[in-house]
């Protein structure tokens, strides 16, 4: 269990939060939306921010991410039928899509938000919504029309004379779901954890699909080092897959996968070269390391072993 103390101005401004939108609560429109949906919405705003940094953007030019149901599970504590009915719920509200990608993959997931007429929101009534597909520049009409916001209109902080936080009195910031703006006077220090914490972010997004002995592995590598080795990885089992008459998923190889990458680590080092002069050599170490395991695979079910290096 944690200690608890009193919050302190210095670690306020690092502090690390998760993004709870008000219109959520203040718009009638999703006054029968339950709080866990709202929790999970919060939850996939975050990884969403990772994806604009990042311009993860399909053939559209819309912004996609990714997060898997298991680590979703993880992060909210729930079965994974739990985590499906909460996606269902946020896709009632027209507040995400999802797409499938292909077999054995994660879904394509993409954020939308209600997209509210900035002149109309001084005015009790909200006009016919726009819900927005959080891509650059398309949106798509959902009826909202004579929906009220509850009757306080205005900014929770407009009479705090703090010289730490400056906002307007005025509701307008709420429906764009601004954040609150900080001088920047960052230390080193908050920059250096924010760094890390930007790269612990990237690196879960990379991993999230690998098995977990692998994922524990490679984290130890860098992004970059990481991104040509997943690329590797999956080129290789792609093209040892459509060379034999059987499908293997990472799962199945996953001792074999993490042999080859502790020798490959080995290698690195004895000859000083880097992941990415290497990669064919990877990429062969691989491919006969799955075709070794194929083989023996054949023997123990007493079946025909395809020929793997005359095709």
């Known amino acids: 269990m944690p200690n608890f103390e009193k919050y302190n101005l210095s670690q306020v401004k690092t502090e690390r939060f998760y993004q709870l939108p008000k219109y959520l609560f203040e718009d009638a429109y999703f006054k029968k939306m339950s709080a866990e949906a709202k929790i999970m919405y919060a939850l996939l705003k975050d990884r969403f921010e990772l994806s604009i940094q990042n311009e993860w953007v399909d053939k559209n030019n819309n912004i996609y991410f990714i997060f898997s149901n298991k680590h979703l599970c993880e ?16 896709i ?31 005015s009790k009534e909200l006009p016919n919504s726009q819900f927005q597909n959080n891509e650059f520049g398309s949106s798509r009409t959902v009826n909202l029309s004579g929906q009220e916001l509850p009757n306080s209109q205005s900014n929770d902080t407009e009479n705090n004379d703090t010289d730490y936080i400056k906002t307007e009195s005025n509701d307008t910031n709420d429906l764009n779901d601004n954040k609150l703006t900080f001088p920047s006077n960052h230390t080193n220090h908050s920059n250096h954890d924010n760094s890390n914490f930007n790269n612990e972010a ?6 999230e699909e690998l098995p ?8 130890n590598f860098e992004v970059a080092e990481i991104k040509i080795i997943k690329s590797v990885l999956l080129k290789a089992k792609t093209s040892f897959n459509n060379s034999i008459d059987t499908y293997y998923l990472l799962e199945d190889m996953e001792i074999e996968i993490l042999h080859v990458l502790k020798r490959f680590k080995a290698i690195l080092i004895q000859k000083n070269e880097t992941i990415e002069a290497m990669q064919g050599y990877l990429m062969k170490s691989l491919k006969s390391e799955f075709a070794e395991m194929h083989t023996l695979n054949k023997r123990r079910d007493h079946l025909p072993i395809t020929s793997l290096f005359n095709q």
Do not use: C, M
């Open 75 to 90: 992060y909210l504590g729930y079965a994974e039928q739990k985590i499906i009915k909460l996606k269902k719920e946020l």
């Open 92 to 122: 009632s509200f027209n507040l995400l899509t999802q797409e499938r990608v292909g077999l054995n993959k994660p879904n394509r997931l993409y954020l939308l938000k209600p997209n509210y007429d900035i002149k109309a929101s001084h």
């Open 202 to 207: 990237l690196k879960f997004q990379l991993l």
């Open 212 to 219: 977990k002995s692998i994922q524990n592995y490679l984290s």
